[in-house]
């Protein structure tokens, strides 16, 4: 007799296929466990979709498109196929870790000064903040190189949510009521987002049929269309000459892109950033998001402490965000070697005492030449202003690929305007630059530059195994969010589904420490002993996780209350 030897991977999939599959919840679950696969996102819809596209064949990339394709209709202030976003993602036969840069680019015709002198809200509500689109490259180089759906497949459930609807819930209603003052100053913003004046109520079934329609034809002419065609003409229009309301008052400045911007477009493979921490890899986003490098420098700052709390965390966090605003931006030479070097960890981790640090803390030197606790000098950068919104989501499938995706379109709303007749929102990227003047500053405009990002889309490997993945949305307190749910999980002992849930504080080397009530109730007693200032922040971040806790058992978690709680699920659960 011959031995037959099966894949362990095939015998999976024959248990899965076999396995009766649980009713779809009809609500959002914030923890699953179970086999099969698994995701997290802020959304029911977009969960439904990933789920579905694992239990028919597909992997975790197609089933990552696909959630985001949802979100740009279920999330379209956080997120859709005029925004951004980056991936990163491990290919389980590979056994590699790969990243994908879709982050928007200004046009040719922006210079350093383009946004110069401009208010911050001004700046926003305008053609002027819309970068150049990157999600809908993302997405198809995703699927070319890792995916086994088609870019047609991977937007059919966003055809149907949108065409079908969905139902608002109160976050929606709330986004759209904190923007409808600059809804009602754009006629296509108006009338989809504004029915009758005001915001859709609670509870009523929100469709948008010309986001449908747009989504077809993107699956049925491909991403050409949109970059160099007909969808990248009345993109461009819309940017040039905002659909302003007759009678508005609202100083709208008009875009400076063109179609040769939209034709030059590129997503772009990247190397990872890489650190070990305390045994574990942690891989993450390179320039220019600032998310990988922050991180892990922090990371590694903390590791070179003799003891880790949360006054440490703070310092940390603080240090590594110095050096973010000097160093990191879409520009050559970051070095990036040195920011992860063990050395320069050490020469910034002396400077932590038993007090908070004076504000704010200056840079550190990554030259090279480290030495036992040297004394930075120089002055430090301004927190740029960053929109608290995106949008992440966490998958993994049978196969033991996993990916963490960010996605957005930059603050609540994007620029606030609708291209007419699509049923897509504008981003305001370009306002994640560094408005000017600030000589030497890596985060300035330029042409064809991608402005700096704070998102963090985290991998996490335990002796060449991935164990977690996780990220956010919330701007810069992205990072620190990340950070603290790595410290929750592994130095603080905390469950995944507690790491996430636990009350959070964001240090981005500011006067003021934000906090959440529940964060400042529990330890702002004994921190500000320590020398901390605090200032209130009623919610930081909104993440979704996920922990590959072996023999095939994945746990899914997302925020049980955070932005309305978020939506986990696995293909076969196991409670």
Same mark, same amino acid.
């Given at each position: 007799?011959?031995?037959?030897?099966?894949?362990?991977?095939?015998?999976?999939? %024959?248990?899965?296929?076999?396995?009766?599959?649980?009713?779809?919840?009809?609500?959002?679950? @914030?923890?699953?466990? $179970?086999?099969?696969?698994?995701?997290?996102?802020?959304?029911?819809?977009?969960?439904?979709?990933?789920?579905?596209?694992?239990?028919? #064949?597909?992997?975790?990339?197609?089933?990552?498109?696909?959630?985001?394709?949802?979100?740009?209709?279920?999330?379209?202030?956080?997120?859709?196929?005029?925004?951004?976003?980056?991936?990163?993602?491990?290919?389980?036969?590979?056994?590699?870790?790969?990243? +994908?840069?879709?982050?928007?680019?200004?046009?040719?015709?922006?210079?350093?000064?383009?946004?110069?002198?401009?208010?911050?809200?001004?700046?926003?509500?305008? $053609?002027? &903040?819309?970068?150049? @689109?990157?999600?809908?490259? =993302?997405?198809?180089?995703?699927?070319?190189?890792?995916?086994?759906?088609?870019?047609?497949?991977?937007?059919?459930?966003?055809?149907?949510?949108?065409?079908?609807?969905?139902?608002?819930?109160?976050?929606?209603?709330?986004?759209?009521?904190?923007?409808?003052?600059?809804?009602?100053?754009?006629?296509?913003?108006?009338?989809?987002?504004?029915? =009758?004046?005001? @915001?859709?109520?609670?509870?009523?079934?929100?469709?948008?049929?010309?986001?449908?329609?747009?989504?077809?034809?993107?699956?049925?002419?491909?991403?050409?269309?949109?970059?160099?065609?007909?969808?990248?003409?009345? +993109?461009?229009?819309?940017?040039?000459?905002?659909?302003?309301?007759?009678?508005?008052?609202?100083?709208?400045?008009?875009?400076?892109?063109?179609?040769?911007?939209?034709?030059?477009?590129?997503?772009?493979?990247?190397?990872?950033?890489?650190?070990?921490?305390?045994?574990?890899?942690?891989?993450?986003?390179?320039?220019?998001?600032?998310?990988?490098? %922050?991180? $892990?420098?922090?990371? =590694? +700052?903390?590791?070179?402490?003799?003891?880790?709390?949360?006054?440490?965390?703070?310092?940390?966090?603080?240090?590594?965000?110095?050096?973010?605003?000097?160093?990191?931006?879409?520009?050559?030479?970051?070095?990036?070697?040195?920011?992860?070097?063990?050395?320069?960890?050490?020469?910034?981790? !002396?400077?932590?005492?038993?007090?908070?640090?004076?504000?704010?803390?200056?840079? #550190?030197?990554?030259?090279?030449?480290?030495?036992? !606790?040297?004394?930075?000098?120089?002055?430090?950068?301004?927190?740029?202003?960053?929109?608290?919104?995106?949008?992440?989501?966490?998958?993994?499938?049978?196969?033991?690929?996993?990916?963490?995706?960010?996605?957005?379109?930059?603050? %609540?709303?994007?620029?606030?305007?609708?291209? @007419?007749?699509?049923?897509?929102?504008?981003? =305001?990227?370009?306002?994640?630059?560094?408005?000017?003047?600030?000589?030497?500053?890596?985060?300035?405009?330029?042409?064809?530059?991608?402005?700096?990002?704070?998102?963090?889309?985290?991998?996490?490997?335990?002796?060449?195994?991935?164990?977690?993945?996780?990220?956010?949305?919330?701007?810069?307190?992205?990072?620190?969010?990340?950070?603290?749910?790595?410290?929750?999980?592994?130095?603080?002992?905390? &469950?995944?589904?507690?790491?996430?849930?636990?009350?959070?504080?964001?240090?981005?080397?500011?006067?003021?420490?934000?906090?959440?009530?529940?964060?400042?109730?529990?330890?702002?007693?004994?921190?500000?002993?320590?020398?901390?200032?605090?200032?209130?922040?009623?919610?930081?971040?909104?993440? %979704?996780?996920?922990?590959?806790?072996?023999?095939?058992?994945?746990?899914?978690?997302?925020?049980?209350?955070?932005?309305?709680?978020?939506?986990?699920?696995?293909?076969?659960?196991?409670?």
């Amino acid at each position: 007799m011959r031995r037959v030897i099966v894949p362990a991977a095939a015998v999976l999939i %024959t248990l899965v296929s076999a396995a009766p599959v649980a009713a779809e919840p009809q609500q959002k679950v @914030p923890v699953a466990e $179970g086999y099969g696969g698994a995701v997290s996102t802020v959304d029911l819809d977009a969960s439904k979709a990933a789920i579905s596209v694992l239990r028919k #064949g597909g992997n975790a990339v197609d089933a990552a498109v696909a959630a985001g394709a949802v979100l740009g209709v279920t999330e379209p202030y956080s997120a859709g196929l005029a925004g951004g976003g980056f991936m990163v993602y491990y290919d389980a036969r590979q056994r590699k870790v790969f990243t +994908i840069d879709g982050r928007e680019t200004a046009p040719q015709a922006m210079t350093s000064t383009s946004l110069e002198g401009i208010p911050f809200d001004e700046a926003v509500t305008s $053609g002027l &903040s819309a970068g150049v @689109p990157g999600t809908v490259a =993302n997405w198809d180089v995703a699927l070319r190189r890792f995916g086994t759906i088609s870019l047609k497949q991977a937007l059919q459930p966003a055809i149907d949510v949108a065409s079908k609807g969905f139902v608002v819930d109160k976050t929606f209603y709330d986004q759209t009521a904190a923007n409808a003052t600059r809804f009602k100053d754009f006629t296509s913003t108006a009338a989809l987002y504004l029915p =009758n004046g005001a @915001p859709p109520p609670v509870g009523s079934v929100f469709r948008n049929p010309a986001l449908a329609d747009t989504y077809r034809e993107l699956a049925k002419r491909g991403p050409g269309w949109l970059y160099g065609g007909r969808l990248g003409e009345e +993109i461009v229009a819309t940017v040039k000459r905002p659909p302003v309301t007759p009678g508005s008052t609202r100083n709208v400045r008009p875009g400076l892109m063109e179609l040769s911007d939209l034709r030059a477009y590129r997503a772009l493979m990247r190397e990872p950033t890489k650190i070990s921490y305390k045994g574990l890899d942690v891989y993450g986003m390179a320039p220019p998001s600032s998310g990988g490098s %922050t991180v $892990g420098e922090a990371l =590694n +700052i903390l590791e070179s402490l003799p003891d880790v709390g949360l006054h440490e965390y703070l310092e940390a966090s603080r240090l590594a965000f110095a050096d973010r605003g000097k160093y990191v931006g879409d520009i050559p030479g970051v070095p990036l070697k040195e920011l992860l070097s063990d050395g320069f960890a050490k020469e910034r981790a !002396c400077l932590i005492g038993e007090r908070a640090m004076a504000h704010p803390a200056t840079p #550190g030197s990554p030259d090279g030449s480290y030495e036992p !606790c040297a004394q930075p000098t120089g002055s430090a950068t301004p927190v740029a202003d960053e929109g608290p919104e995106t949008t992440h989501l966490v998958v993994a499938d049978r196969w033991g690929n996993v990916i963490a995706y960010n996605l957005t379109i930059e603050s %609540t709303g994007g620029n606030g305007i609708v291209v @007419p007749g699509r049923g897509v929102m504008l981003n =305001n990227e370009l306002t994640d630059f560094t408005p000017g003047p600030a000589p030497g500053d890596p985060n300035l405009p330029a042409p064809g530059k991608r402005p700096r990002s704070s998102m963090a889309p985290t991998l996490v490997f335990d002796d060449g195994r991935p164990v977690l993945a996780a990220g956010s949305p919330g701007g810069s307190t992205i990072i620190t969010t990340v950070l603290q749910i790595l410290l929750n999980r592994y130095d603080f002992g905390m &469950s995944l589904p507690k790491a996430l849930a636990a009350p959070r504080a964001t240090q981005r080397n500011t006067e003021l420490t934000q906090a959440e009530e529940a964060f400042l109730a529990q330890y702002r007693d004994e921190l500000e002993a320590r020398g901390h200032r605090f200032a209130l922040n009623p919610e930081i971040g909104a993440a %979704t996780a996920l922990e590959l806790l072996g023999g095939g058992r994945i746990q899914a978690v997302a925020e049980p209350t955070r932005r309305g709680g978020g939506s986990a699920m696995v293909v076969v659960p196991t409670r």
